[in-house]
């Protein structure tokens, strides 16, 4: 097959960029071929969002023999618009096929459109009217042509939008079952067929006119009596196919290539009032986040003075203790009110809390690093951030107090991995080792309590704890991203 010109190159640009509004709205799956020399390939498939595809995976970039599809590569050598209804095994049914070709500069075919319907909705389409039938085959026309323009700027034409067919003289002439019910909530309980658009305050006058001036696709949306309407327009060109005698002779005085235009429309009323109020909650649940930080800033503040005033060693290292796991709650608390959502970042969560700990837990006259050798960017739900966070933090209270002794230096390594399905977080130490003797039940302690039941209650995960060659303290926790059954926690 000969290269492409330049202007080839545009018309199936235009063309690609149409496939998905044209499954939607034929609620069929929609293929452009490109034929070469003794095959074709599938350059794209558009799924409907309107109907479940006919076809369980993506059949973009498949490469087919012409004897393998000898109807399909028939239909592209005739260069000739062609249809068939039969039985498909990679479909799964009973499926019509059209195909429509795409026409180079010297009427060659360099592309084709294929469009596969379900018997279901073949069955459904022969029962709207005519002049919807009609019209969408003169879209499918349009659309080979390469005159649907700015179809990208078009929202997905879901099972919840309606659809109508305006005539070029501006007229009601089909509308679907949603379509009616969007208008009759407008206040428009008569039926709106044959009524032109003067007559209907809607809105759609001005919006199908200016598609029709503009020649390209538009979208909008808007506030109409109450309701919040998403309107795109298709404008369609030629002459209409449709008029009676007497609307032919009318037609003489408009403007002669306005077949009409195909307004597709969502009444999204209900899902922007939902979306205003998940952001008000949001925006209270995040005051309220923002005010339990500072209380426990407050806290911590008050826990520090009393900690200065102790009396005993061991009543200023409990408060210590105290004061650095409420610390943890608050870098929680204060990512949950800058962020949206019920989502954190672990890893900055976790740097937050190693910073922490190195300001207010480490002496300065211990030289004690702590230092991450690698850390993954990991998204999670809230809860299991803060159950993380709170085992980080008493793994490092454990690091810092049991680990080093009065030892005078030492370093803590960090490492944090998204490993798929799992989180592993790893921290050594090279501190004095563990006991021999040394098991979690054994040697339990509050720390070591609060690490056993987050781990186990809230992370469903594991812990353990070993001891290095080289001496230090090796703990890995091992827990999953979602809970079981497939859920997030």
Same mark, same amino acid.
């Given at each position: ?10 018309? @199936?640009?235009?063309?690609?960029? +149409?496939? !998905?509004?044209?499954?939607? /709205? ?19 498939? %558009? ?12 059949? +973009? ?13 028939? +239909?592209?050598?005739?260069? %000739? ?8 095994? *990679? ?63 078009? !929202? ?24 009616? =019910? ?38 909008? *949306? ?17 002459? !209409? ?29 209900? @899902? ?12 209270? /649940? ?23 005033? %102790? ?33 954190? =970042? ?122 290095? !060659? ?20």
């Amino acid at each position: 097959m000969a290269p492409l010109s330049e202007g080839e190159r545009a018309l @199936v640009g235009r063309v690609r960029e +149409a496939l !998905p509004i044209a499954a939607d /709205i034929s609620r069929s799956d929609v293929f452009l071929f490109q034929p070469g020399e003794e095959e074709f390939c599938v350059a794209i498939h %558009a799924r409907s969002h309107a109907m479940a595809t006919l076809f369980p995976s993506r059949q +973009a970039g498949r490469c087919l023999a012409a004897e393998d599809r000898p109807w399909i590569w028939q +239909a592209i050598a005739r260069g %000739a618009y062609m249809h068939r209804i039969r039985d498909i095994p *990679e479909a799964q049914g009973q499926v019509q096929q059209q195909i429509w070709p795409v026409l180079g500069e010297a009427g060659q075919v360099i592309a084709a459109v294929g469009v596969y319907t379900n018997a279901v909705e073949l069955e459904r389409h022969k029962r709207r009217s005519r002049s919807f039938q009609l019209a969408l085959e003169h879209f499918f026309k349009a659309l080979a042509r390469g005159e649907l323009t700015r179809c990208a700027d078009l !929202p997905p034409f879901t099972d919840r939008s309606g659809i109508v067919f305006i005539d070029g003289l501006g007229r009601y002439r089909y509308l679907s079952g949603i379509a009616a =019910n969007i208008y009759r909530r407008l206040g428009y309980l008569d039926d709106l067929r044959m009524r032109t658009l003067e007559e209907v305050a809607s809105g759609d006058q001005e919006l199908v006119h200016r598609a029709w001036e503009t020649r390209c696709c538009l979208f909008e *949306e808007a506030l109409v009596r109450n309701r919040i309407l998403q309107r795109s327009v298709i404008p369609l060109f030629g002459s !209409p196919d449709q008029l009676s005698f007497w609307e032919r002779r009318r037609w003489r005085g408009r403007v002669r290539d306005r077949y009409g235009a195909l307004l597709l429309v969502n009444d999204v009323t209900e @899902v922007r009032e939902t979306e205003a109020e998940i952001k008000v909650k949001t925006a209270m /649940i995040r005051e309220v986040h923002h005010r339990l930080k500072n209380n426990l800033q407050l806290l911590i503040s008050i826990i520090r003075m009393q900690r200065r005033r %102790a009396q005993t060693e061991e009543a200023r290292d409990l408060l210590g203790e105290v004061m650095n796991r409420l610390t943890s709650m608050a870098v929680i608390h204060d990512s949950l009110a800058q962020g949206e959502g019920e989502i954190l =970042n672990l890893s900055d969560v976790l740097t937050q809390i190693a910073a922490q700990t190195q300001m207010s837990i480490v002496a300065p006259h211990r030289h004690i690093r702590i230092r991450f050798l690698h850390i993954d960017d990991i998204q999670l739900p809230t809860n299991k951030v803060t159950a993380c966070a709170l085992v980080f933090n008493e793994l490092l209270l454990n690091a810092v107090k049991h680990g080093f002794g009065e030892h005078a230096s030492g370093e803590i390594r960090i490492q944090l991995y998204d490993r798929g399905e799992q989180i592993e977080l790893i921290m050594e130490d090279t501190g004095r080792g563990l006991p021999e003797d040394f098991s979690p039940e054994k040697n339990a302690s509050i720390g070591l309590d609060i690490i056993r039941t987050l781990v186990q209650d809230d992370l469903k995960g594991t812990i353990e704890f070993t001891s290095l !060659p080289q001496g230090g303290v090796r703990a890995r926790l091992l827990f999953p991203k979602q809970a079981p059954g497939g859920q997030l926690q």
